[in-house]
Every structure is written in structure tokens, then in C-alpha cells.
């Protein structure tokens, strides 16, 4: 069992390595196609909004309904430029309205 996990941990770290330091060893000018910056440059973004997404409709209790309220609220205050703790504390604030307002009648 331990021979087996230090394996995985082994391998897990070698895969790490690669994915960091190939494209260290591939691209060793500086990378002047324009499209190319761009579309490096927008990745993490698309990432963090593809683990994120998802995620959003099956977090909350009250189904999908109260999940669309919190996202709307927080792309209504992200629109508005406001910061990443009011968004999140406003968007939960308004998810959580969403499933006790039902309740009370």
C-alpha cells in the first residue's frame, strides 16, 4: 500500500514537473504573435470559469432557481466593478433570500 501511494505521488509530481517546465524549454524566445499572447493570456481565466461554473448551479440547496438569483446578483455587481468580497458575500446574501423567502409563506 505504501509502495503504491509513493508511486502515485511520484508520478503526480513528475506530471506537475513536465506541465511546468516544458513550455520553459520549448519557448525560449519571447512569444510576439499577438493572437498567441491572447489567447495565453485569457486561459487561466477560462479555466477558473470552467471549474467555477458548474459548480455554481449544484452548491446551493434551493435548486437551480436560487443558484440564477446568486448569479445574477454577482454578475450584476461584477459588471459594476465592485470588489471580489462584496460580490461573493452579496451573491450568497441574495442565495440565501432566495430559498428562505418561499418558506415564510
Same mark, same amino acid.
Given at each position: $500500500?505504501?509502495?503504491?501511494?509513493?508511486?502515485?505521488?511520484?508520478?503526480?509530481?513528475?506530471?506537475?514537473? +513536465?506541465?511546468? $517546465?516544458? =513550455?520553459?524549454? @520549448?519557448?525560449?524566445?519571447?512569444?510576439?504573435?499577438?493572437?498567441?499572447? %491572447?489567447?495565453?493570456?485569457? @486561459? =487561466?481565466?477560462?479555466? &477558473?470559469?470552467?471549474?467555477?461554473? =458548474? /459548480?455554481?448551479?449544484? %452548491?446551493?440547496?434551493?435548486? @437551480?432557481? %436560487?443558484?440564477?438569483?446568486?448569479?445574477?446578483?454577482?454578475?450584476?455587481?461584477?459588471?459594476?466593478?465592485?470588489? +471580489?468580497?462584496?460580490?461573493? &458575500?452579496? /451573491?450568497?446574501?441574495?442565495?440565501?433570500?432566495?430559498?428562505? @423567502? =418561499?418558506?415564510?409563506?
Amino acid at each position: $500500500m505504501t509502495k503504491y501511494l509513493l508511486f502515485q505521488l511520484a508520478v503526480m509530481a513528475g506530471v506537475t514537473y +513536465l506541465v511546468r $517546465m516544458v =513550455p520553459l524549454v @520549448i519557448f525560449r524566445k519571447k512569444i510576439e504573435n499577438t493572437f498567441i499572447r %491572447s489567447f495565453l493570456y485569457y @486561459i =487561466p481565466y477560462a479555466v &477558473l470559469a470552467a471549474m467555477t461554473f =458548474p /459548480a455554481v448551479f449544484s %452548491s446551493t440547496g434551493g435548486g @437551480i432557481w %436560487s443558484a440564477l438569483v446568486g448569479l445574477l446578483v454577482a454578475l450584476l455587481l461584477a459588471f459594476f466593478e465592485k470588489g +471580489l468580497v462584496t460580490v461573493a &458575500l452579496c /451573491a450568497c446574501a441574495a442565495v440565501f433570500l432566495a430559498e428562505w @423567502i =418561499p418558506t415564510l409563506f
